[in-house]
């Protein structure tokens, strides 16, 4: 077989190889993004926990000052009470007063729901707090572990490029130019094998004449149907 053809098909055998491990690093890297990812999201409901904290708080005063004005209301009815002079007036005054009692009532029932929220946001806010710090060691743990994984794959991948380049050197610079230019679009299936005398990259049968050109020369001959570089495997 032609010494160049024979390198190829080793330089092909080691892209593959690295083309394999290359996918590795980015999903290690996607684990931890998408942690990362969940503690920013964690992060935003504790923010909208907060904001509600807040809301529930200004629900709080407003209903507070509620109960004082009508407090203050009936203070003021019971001292016209005291000066009434006909049976109508009394009437518009006890209206006045059932509906200021009424208002503190309803008020009162507000600040205790109000309450109650701030109660379970207290504890749903620990809750999160507690989830965050979590994440925070897991993404911590997480990250030195993707550190320790990449670093390995990017020295397998070292080692394959520098037997690569080693190989490289050996081809002709026009054959390895050919090479990578096929490889732009036939990837890990630039150099591939005829199998029952049909190319094992686009799986079309090889017509005699070429055939037995592939058996007798020594030249390197492409699959004329796709035009990857064909070897006969021994
Ligand atoms: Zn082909």
């Known amino acids: 077989m032609n010494k160049d053809l024979q390198n190829l098909i080793s330089l092909a055998q080691i892209d593959k190889e690295a083309s394999q491990l290359e996918p590795q ?9 998408e ?4 503690q920013t ?10 904001n509600s904290v807040k809301k529930a708080k200004v629900s709080i005063n407003t209903n507070e000052l509620m109960i004082q004005e009508n407090n203050d ?7 016209k009470m005291s000066s009434v002079k006909s049976e109508q007036e009394l009437r518009a005054l006890d209206a006045e007063n059932g509906l200021a009692k009424e208002k503190i ?9 109000l309450e109650k929220e701030l109660e379970n946001f207290a504890s749903k806010e620990q809750e999160i707090q507690n989830r965050i ?8 743990d997480d990250r030195e572990e993707a550190q320790k994984k990449t670093a390995k794959v990017r020295a397998e991948l070292k080692k394959i ?5 080693k190989i490289a050197k050996t081809i002709d610079n026009k054959v390895l130019i050919f090479y990578e230019k096929i490889r732009k679009w036939a990837k890990d299936t630039s150099v591939v094998a005829v199998k029952k005398q049909a190319c094992s990259g686009c799986y079309i049968r090889i017509n005699d004449m070429v055939y ?3 058996l007798r020369s020594d030249d390197i001959i492409t699959c004329p149907h796709c035009g990857r570089i064909l070897y006969i495997e021994q």
Not at 41 to 50: G, N
Not at 161 to 165: M, R, T, Y
């Open 25 to 33: 690093i980015t999903n290690i890297e996607n684990e931890l993004n």
């Open 212 to 214: 037995s050109e592939l």
């Open 35 to 38: 942690k990362i990812k969940l």
């Open 133 to 140: 710090q979590e994440l925070e060691q897991e993404i911590q």
């Open 105 to 113: 009532a309803y008020a009162n029932e507000q600040i205790s729901k």
């Open 161 to 165: 490029f520098d037997n690569k380049e």
């Open 73 to 79: 209301k009936i203070e003021q009815i019971d001292k």
């Open 41 to 50: 999201q964690v992060q935003d409901e504790l923010e909208d926990l907060r």
